[in-house]
């Protein structure tokens, strides 16, 4: 993910004036569209005139759409769940403006079947017009200062722009080296730069906070170089979070709510998806009791949620003595080893969204060896999740850190929306990117 260059402030949700007119333009058309297709229905031909409260009420449909995708969101953000987020938030915005102009002024509404089909169209047709929706991070004119230089800020450095220098610790980087922190005042006042990410955990004792505040009200732009992190590639930096971070920050403490309304829809979906299969559960029972000699079903004890133990079901893929069968072959192939895992599900040791499960001599053995590894057992673990959307499923144990920041990203964002991005890019297997 790379940066465009502009003249506009880092981290601001403006846009430029010729993308924000691309989108009203887009949300016209979407209107346009649903609402003539609509009249179509009724009338059997789309109409070529248009009466004056047609036309109202396409304005007022796009404006109001309009103003739903522009000016909501984070513009760090991007990829599936934005837009999921968006389609329900503009349907919901236009409803409500629909229908308060109505209680309010008497303006009769578009119809509410023309208000949900014209959001889907207006933010399907946002998303494909031939723009970039974000400059992400556009590089002011006075660049970027570094304050550190590691592997944090290495993920994020195509998305700073032009970067002035480096003060502190740089490890492995042609950016040039300003020296220590202790030069902070005597850089900022000779290069002037419009925008400093801060990626040193030492640097409150070389830099006053009251300094960097009072450059911020000067209108730098201060930002948090794991924050950025977070932002871009969607996984937490364990190593860079502080002990106190999980025990009082909001930030990484689990969302009882949506754990809550995901516990409804994960048994509801779990049971008829069980209920579904179930004819398929029973031949391959039989056909791999035929193939293996064994029991069909295998289980393995893993950690669930809050580290209680439970026994994860899947089918058997070899025989008794350890040889392949080309009944286990087949079923890796189909994708269908994991299938009596809808037990656990219905069982609620498991969700259909979280992170993988982990057997609990390897998750005991890794939590000496990962700090905060046991923070991911604070959810259920899923059938599917945010570390197998965006990973290779037999990633070797070296890169279990990898997975782990996935695993803490999805804890801090759970939502029914993060879920829905998730089930996409394990259908679609759409790839985050790098």
């Known amino acids: 993910m790379t940066a465009e260059p502009g003249n506009h402030t880092a981290g601001s949700q403006n846009l ?27 009338t059997g031909s789309f109409p070529l005139h248009w009466p004056a409260e047609w036309i109202r009420e396409t ?31 503009t ?31 207006a933010i399907g047709l946002v998303a494909v017009f031939p723009k970039r929706r974000h ?15 590691d592997s944090v800020a290495e993920s994020i450095r195509p998305a700073l722009g032009r970067i002035v220098g480096v ?28 925008r400093i990410v801060v990626n040193d955990p030492s640097w409150p004792s070389f830099v006053s906070p009251r300094r960097l505040l009072a450059l911020r009200y000067a ?36 969302n009882r709510p949506a754990i809550a309304l995901q516990a409804i829809y994960t048994n509801v979906i779990g049971l008829g998806l069980l209920l579904l299969f179930s004819p398929v559960l029973i031949l391959v029972f039989i056909l791999l009791a035929l193939t293996t000699a064994a029991s069909p079903i295998e289980t393995a004890e893993c950690l669930g949620f809050q580290r209680m133990p439970f026994l994860l079901l899947r089918f058997r893929t070899l025989r008794r003595n350890g040889e392949p069968v080309w009944s286990g072959d087949l079923l890796r192939a189909l994708h ?40 991911r057992f604070s959810v259920k673990p899923g059938i599917i999740g945010w570390s197998q959307a965006n990973l290779a499923a037999n990633i070797p144990c070296s890169n279990e850190p990898l997975r782990l920041e996935y695993d803490l990203y999805y804890i801090r964002e759970e939502s029914p929306s993060l879920d829905l991005d998730i089930l996409l890019r394990t259908v679609f297997r759409a790839p985050l990117g790098q």
């Open 16 to 42: 430029p004036v010729w993308i924000a007119g691309i989108d009203f333009v887009a949300c016209l058309l979407g209107f346009y569209l649903a609402l003539g297709f609509y009249q179509t229905l009724i």
């Open 59 to 89: 304005l007022i449909s796009a404006m109001t759409a309009w103003i739903a995708i522009v000016f909501t969101g984070n513009p760090w953000e991007d990829g599936v769940r934005l837009w999921i987020d968006r389609l329900f938030s």
């Open 91 to 121: 349907i919901g915005f236009n409803l409500m403006v629909q229908y308060g102009l109505d209680y309010l002024f008497h303006i009769s509404p578009t119809p509410w079947p023309v208000a949900i089909a014209g959001s889907v169209l």
């Open 135 to 149: 400059l992400v991070f556009p590089s002011p004119s006075g660049g970027t200062l570094l304050l550190g230089y």
């Open 167 to 194: 003060l502190g610790p740089a490890e492995n980087t042609d950016i040039p080296h300003l020296g220590g922190l202790n030069r902070f005042d005597d850089v900022v006042a000779s290069q002037q730069p419009r």
């Open 219 to 254: 209108g730098v732009v201060i930002e948090d170089a794991p924050s950025l992190f977070e932002a871009l590639l969607k996984r937490v930096r364990w190593d860079r979070l502080p002990p106190l971070d999980l025990l009082l920050s909001p930030r990484l403490n689990i």
């Open 336 to 375: 269908l080893v994991n299938l009596p895992q809808l037990i656990n599900v219905v069982r609620g040791e498991m969700a259909l969204f979280g992170p993988p499960p982990v057997r609990k001599v390897f998750a005991e053995r890794l939590e000496e060896f990962i700090p905060f590894y046991a923070h």
